[in-house]
C-alpha cells in the first residue's frame, strides 16, 4: 500500500501570500492518478487538481499542481480568505486509493 | 448536472449493521464506478471500497474486508453501502464519490453513522 505523506500538518498565512504544499509518496507514483482536494468545515471535499497538474472544472487559476515520481506540490500563488482549508492529495495504483492525511491552511 | 443525493444520518449500536444509500442523476450511472470514503471526526478521508454500477463487481479496502458489502441498483441509479459488525471506530461521515480516471470528480453530501451503546 502506497502512503502519502503531508507537509506541513498546518500552515498560518495571511490572504494575498503564497502558499506551498508537499505530498510525499512511499512509492513511485504515476503522475496521471495523483490528486488533490479542498475541504471545508461540514462539507465534502472538492476537486482542485487531477493528474498531478490538470485544473478540475471552475477551479481558479491561483491553484496550481506539479511533481512526479514520489514528491508533488499544490501551490496556491495568492491566498484569497475562502482558500483557507484543509487540503488532502490523493492516489490510485492497482485497484487501490489512499490519502495523505491532510494540511490545515489557517489565516495567520 | 451531476448530482450524489445520500441517505440520512444513522444511530446504530456496536454489533448492528448500517446500510447507507447514494442516489446518482445526471450522468449515465453504469459509465462510472462509484467509491465509498470516510472520515471519522476530526480525522483524514479513508477510502472503503469500490462498485462497478455496471457489472455490480467490488473492490474493498483490506481494512473492512469480511465487513463491508456494496451493491447497486440499476433501476434506481443507486449504490448502496452495508457496513457489519458495528463498532465505535466506525462512527464517521461516509461520502459516495464519482471516480473518473483515477480522481473523484463528484461527491455526495455525506452520511453520519454514529455507533453508540
Known amino acids: 500500500e502506497i502512503v502519502l505523506t503531508q507537509s506541513p500538518g498546518t500552515l498560518s498565512l495571511s490572504p494575498g501570500e503564497r502558499a506551498t504544499l508537499s505530498c510525499r509518496a512511499s512509492?513511485?507514483?504515476?503522475?496521471?492518478?495523483l490528486a488533490w482536494y479542498q475541504q471545508k468545515p461540514g462539507q465534502a471535499p472538492r476537486l482542485l487538481i487531477y493528474?498531478?497538474?490538470s485544473r478540475a472544472t471552475g477551479i481558479p487559476d491561483r491553484f496550481s499542481g506539479s511533481g512526479s515520481g514520489t514528491d508533488f506540490t499544490l501551490t496556491i500563488s495568492r491566498l484569497e480568505p475562502e482558500d483557507f482549508a484543509v487540503y488532502y492529495c490523493?492516489?490510485?495504483?492497482?485497484?487501490?486509493?489512499?490519502f495523505g492525511q491532510g494540511t490545515k491552511l489557517e489565516i495567520k | 448536472q451531476v448530482q450524489l443525493v445520500q441517505s440520512g444520518a444513522e444511530v446504530k449500536k456496536p454489533g448492528a449493521s448500517v446500510k447507507v444509500s447514494c442516489k446518482a442523476s445526471?450522468?449515465?450511472?453504469?459509465?462510472?464506478?462509484m467509491l465509498w470514503v470516510r472520515q471519522a471526526p476530526g480525522q483524514g478521508l479513508e477510502w472503503v471500497g469500490m462498485?462497478?454500477?455496471?457489472?455490480?463487481?467490488?473492490t474493498y479496502a483490506q481494512k473492512f474486508q469480511g465487513r463491508v458489502t456494496m451493491t447497486r441498483d440499476t433501476s434506481t441509479s443507486t449504490v448502496y453501502m452495508e457496513l457489519s459488525s458495528l463498532r465505535s471506530e466506525d462512527t464517521a461521515v461516509y461520502y459516495c464519490?464519482?471516480?473518473?480516471?483515477?480522481?473523484?470528480?463528484?461527491w455526495g453530501q455525506g452520511t453520519l453513522v454514529t455507533v453508540s451503546s
Open positions: 462498485i462497478n454500477p455496471s457489472g455490480g463487481t467490488t
Open positions: 493528474g498531478a497538474s
Open positions: 512509492q513511485s507514483v504515476s503522475s496521471s492518478y
Open positions: 445526471g450522468y449515465t450511472f453504469t459509465s462510472y464506478y
Open positions: 464519490a464519482r471516480l473518473h480516471l483515477g480522481h473523484f470528480d463528484f
Open positions: 490523493q492516489q490510485y495504483v492497482s485497484s487501490l486509493y489512499s
